[in-house]
């Protein structure tokens, strides 16, 4: 019954995670490039991170990160920095609809690299709930947007470049997930990219518009949506996923992010209901379902 609970709670998490990074893209998109610049951006987002993490550190239990495992938290903030560079780059090049498209292959992705690099095996049932939700994601994005001139190749390979950093970063992070809080694991991670991002972000930020001028109110409240939300609660929560789930569990929630996206858009009246929004929703459903049941499978086989 325990386990159970436990995995309940990362199943939560996660879901809360990636029902915030569902509205990230159309709140980044809003902000960037018109009101800052993505190197701007990514180093806001570090440093904002970096001083909240720092700040309520004192308010948890302080931990000493073991000597065997710093290199861990090293190479997550390296790849942390790299996933939200890539992602704020990203819309330079194109839209929302082609980030939650792309976002749809990281599933795939982690599959792939947990077999290369954790030797997880893939079995035919997870193959399928892999497969399975990537569909479901996919009729969401391909039935909702229409196909514009923002499918530029530079801003398909950054997206590419995102997903791939950001699944590296689940792998990475999995093993130390387990072993520290999420606070503790952030402070680090979020000051290592931060040292990374400043230097490219501080030259530009004397161009941004939010600097220099009348912004609107709603490109602020973006802003802050995606400082708070997408950065310090996603990334607090992340963390909680990967102690009880495994990556690829995780991952799947990822196919959510299009839904998340077009339920926002239906209440904005940008969109509209259709049927395949439920049938796309069950379809996801069942491919978190048999790639969480599949780790039984694993077991057995082994």
């Not at 995670?17 to 180093?43: D, K, R």
């Not at 991670?189 to 400043?198: E, N, P, Q």
């Amino acid at each position: 019954m325990e386990t159970k609970s436990r995995k309940w709670v990362g199943h939560l998490a996660v879901l809360a995670v990636y029902v915030i990074f569902g509205i990230n893209p159309n709140c980044s998109e809003a902000v960037v490039p018109e009101y800052i610049s993505p190197h701007a951006f990514t180093a806001a987002r570090m440093l904002f991170g970096a001083a909240v993490f720092w700040l309520i550190s004192p308010f948890f239990p302080r931990e000493r990160v073991e000597r065997r495992d710093v290199w861990a938290i090293l190479l997550g903030g390296v790849v942390l920095a790299g996933t939200l560079i890539a992602f704020s780059l990203a819309f330079r090049y194109t839209s929302p609809c082609y980030v939650s498209l792309v976002s749809a292959t990281s599933p795939l992705m982690v599959m792939l690299m947990a077999a290369l690099f954790l030797r997880e095996p893939i079995s035919v049932r997870k193959s399928v709930g892999v497969f399975v939700g990537i569909a479901g994601a996919l009729m969401i994005v391909l039935f909702s947007w229409k196909i514009d001139a923002n499918a530029t190749p530079m801003g398909l390979l950054l997206c590419f470049v995102n997903i791939l950093f950001y699944a590296s970063y689940l792998l990475v992070t999995r093993t130390i997930s387990k072993k520290y809080s999420p606070v503790t694991l952030m402070k680090w991670m979020f000051l290592i990219g931060a040292v990374i991002c400043l230097p490219i972000g501080i030259p530009v930020v004397s161009e941004s518009p939010m600097l220099q001028g009348p912004v609107p109110v709603s490109a602020w409240l973006n802003f802050f949506t995606v400082m708070i939300f997408s950065t310090v609660v996603a990334y607090f929560l992340l963390p909680v996923g990967l102690r009880y789930l495994r990556p690829t569990t995780v991952s799947m929630y990822s196919n959510l992010q299009p839904v998340v996206t077009s339920v926002v858009a239906i209440a904005a009246g940008q969109d509209i209901f259709t049927w395949n929004k439920p049938v796309a929703l069950v379809l996801i459903a069942a491919g978190v379902y048999l790639v969480t049941t599949s780790r039984a499978k694993d077991s057995e086989s082994h």
